[in-house]
Structure formats: structure tokens, C-alpha cells
């Protein structure tokens, strides 16, 4: 079991860059791949980046790519989504979750919501033009 707190959200300007975090309790962070994802109003929660338990993969939406980067800290149970050139078409709840499976997060499975098993309560980034 695992908590997570999401936070950085906020009102920035097109172009602007903001850093999310999420924060998790307990002492076995290092077990969880994972991932952020994002819901806008009118839309379907959608999959914006994922990290593997280690650091070592990195997966990203193309609509993101090259212009986000996660990052994780597992000393500081940390996870962190840098976000630069935002656009006004990223303005959305922004989602930290969690996976718990023993098998390795891949390019193919990154993206499925239903592969995470703990999800944050969401930070509201809003990017103006």
C-alpha cells in the first residue's frame, strides 16, 4: 500500500515551464514503477509519462515528448514531471499513480490506466495564452 501526493500545479503562461512532484509514504517506493497522466474537462484520462522502478526506462506520450521529462528520487520517495513550452492543450488535472506488478513496466503497457493500483488526489496546471 501507498500514498500519493501530487503538488506544483498552477496558472503559468504559454511557454512557461513548471515542475509537478508526488510524494509517497511508506519506506518501499523503490517497489512502484510510475506514472502521470492527466484529464482535461471533456476528456478521457490520458497517459502523459511513466518511469521504471530503477530509473532506468522512460516512457512518454507524444504530445509530450521533448518537452517533458520524469524523473524519479527513491531515497526521497520522490517522483517529478518537468514541464517546459507548455501549451495552452496541457491545462488539465495532472495524475501521479503508482504499479505495483513484479513485472517490468514496457513501451506497451506504460499507457494503460489499468495497470496502476494507487493514484493521487491530482494538482490543476492551467497554461494561458
Known amino acids: 500500500q501507498v500514498q500519493l501526493v501530487e503538488s506544483g500545479g498552477g496558472l503559468v503562461q504559454a511557454g512557461d515551464s513548471l515542475r509537478l512532484s508526488c510524494a509517497a509514504s511508506g519506506r518501499t517506493f523503490s517497489s512502484y514503477a510510475m506514472g502521470w497522466f492527466r484529464q482535461a474537462p471533456g476528456r478521457e484520462r490520458e497517459f502523459v509519462a511513466a518511469i521504471s522502478r530503477s530509473g532506468g526506462s522512460r516512457y512518454y506520450a507524444d504530445s509530450v515528448k521533448g518537452r517533458f521529462t520524469i524523473s524519479r528520487d527513491n531515497a526521497k520517495n520522490m517522483m517529478t514531471l518537468q514541464m517546459n513550452s507548455l501549451k495552452p492543450e496541457d491545462t488539465a488535472v495532472y495524475y501521479c499513480?503508482?504499479?505495483?506488478?513484479?513485472?517490468?513496466?514496457?513501451?506497451?503497457?506504460?499507457?494503460?490506466?489499468?495497470?496502476?493500483?494507487?493514484w493521487g488526489q491530482g494538482t490543476q496546471v492551467t497554461v494561458s495564452s
Open positions: 499513480a503508482a504499479d505495483s506488478q513484479t513485472a517490468g513496466i514496457s513501451f506497451y503497457v506504460a499507457p494503460r490506466i489499468d495497470r496502476y493500483d494507487y
